[in-house]
């Protein structure tokens, strides 16, 4: 009898990825705070660029040339290490194929962004999780758990789904306890988010060192999630491998030019960053004034909180009890954080709406 094709067995560990939901168990549509997408929307200028793309019928840029030629320009970055993709997700996913296979380890933080598992294994590796520190990446711990198979370290920062940060010092010594043939992978989707006083060097460490990638998106603080567009950056050599695995045309025309325009619009970005921190600062004051009730806020850098609940109110109750109020946040029981909701950061408003929803959650269920 004929047997039918079988995939690898590491493939078959693979849980497919679960993007946030925008609608409730009963179909209603929901305000969606469960994906971080801008709350602002797409610049103006970002908008006017996608309307005028070339037409569809021809192919893009297969390189996408000007795109990083405009990065290059920002970041003070050779555009010749710069490539682009499908999302930040294809290049977390390729680098990871590029540098490891079976018989070898992935390395990343306990509820860290959930492609890291999806990228070890697709490849073939086997994940390696390290313990957090009170929801955060400690280097130490990180460091520890490097063997003489570890051939990639993903990090993110700020981190997915904890809003955590690593300053530039741990950063840097992160770095410098790896093996060289250990890629240390920066994974920055939430980078805009953070004063640029603060920034953490993942750039510099992309451009003084051999083995450091660091990958950003368009999806998140530019809003244009929908569009599909990531970039990143590394050693000549690690780029070249990259452009070798990534998807041909991989970005598409209206993606190249909306990207475009939207870089040109740093005062949307600013504008962007600003409104998000004083929402989220105002938002996570709240949370924390229900420590009483065991509840609180992990110390967040990017454009989501994620919110605790240790007390009598559990977070699926708090979970079910927004989808009633009319808001869809993301419950990450998948993640083993079933007591947490990551709640991104909406319009004022909303943040005053959620927090005021949980007190009096909160208060009927003690």
Not at 157 to 168: A, D, E, F, H, L
Not at 169 to 176: C, D, I, P, V
Not at 220 to 244: D, F, M
Request: hydrophobic letters at 45%; aromatic letters at 6%.
């Amino acid at each position: 009898m004929a047997q039918a094709p079988e995939p690898k067995d590491w493939i078959k560990g693979i849980h497919a990825y679960v993007p946030g939901k925008s609608s409730g168990s009963d179909g209603r549509p929901l305000i969606k705070l469960s994906a971080n997408e801008n709350p602002l929307g797409t610049s103006a200028a970002a908008l006017a660029a996608r309307a005028q793309a070339a037409v569809p019928s021809l192919y893009p840029d297969p390189d996408s040339t000007a795109l990083r030629e405009a990065l290059g320009a920002l970041h003070a970055i050779d555009p010749a290490r710069i490539v682009c993709g499908t999302g930040s997700g294809e290049l977390l996913t390729v680098s990871a194929s590029a540098f490891a296979g079976p018989g070898d380890e992935v390395l990343y933080v306990r509820y860290g962004f959930s492609l890291y598992e999806i990228a070890a294994r697709r490849c073939g590796a086997t994940p390696v999780v390290a313990p957090d520190d009170d929801y955060g990446t400690d280097v130490d711990t990180l460091l520890a758990l490097v063997s003489d198979k570890t051939r990639v370290v993903f990090i993110a920062n700020p981190n997915n789904p904890t809003g955590s940060y690593m300053p530039r010092e741990e950063l840097a010594r992160l770095h410098a306890g790896l093996p060289a043939n250990v890629l240390l992978v920066l994974d920055q989707a939430y980078c805009e988010y953070v004063d640029p006083a603060d920034d953490d060097g993942s750039l510099e460490l992309a451009a003084a060192h051999d083995n450091v990638l660091v990958t950003r998106t368009f999806s998140k603080v530019y809003g244009l999630a929908g569009e599909r567009v990531g970039w990143g950056t590394g050693a000549p050599a690690i780029v070249e491998v990259l452009n070798r695995l990534r998807g041909p045309f991989n970005v598409s025309n209206s993606a190249q030019a909306t990207a475009l325009a939207a870089l040109g619009d740093q005062a949307f970005v600013a504008h962007s960053r600003e409104h998000n921190r004083a929402v989220r600062e105002h938002f996570a004051a709240r949370i924390d004034a229900l420590g009483n009730h065991g509840i609180r806020a992990v110390p967040s850098e990017a454009n989501f909180v994620l919110v605790l609940f240790e007390g009598a109110l559990t977070g699926e109750a708090a979970y079910n009890g927004l989808m009633e109020r009319g808001y869809i946040v993301r419950w990450l029981p998948g993640q083993g954080l079933p007591h947490g909701l990551r709640i991104t950061i909406g319009m004022a408003g909303q943040m005053d709406e959620i927090a005021a929803a949980i007190r009096d959650m909160a208060e009927a269920a003690k």
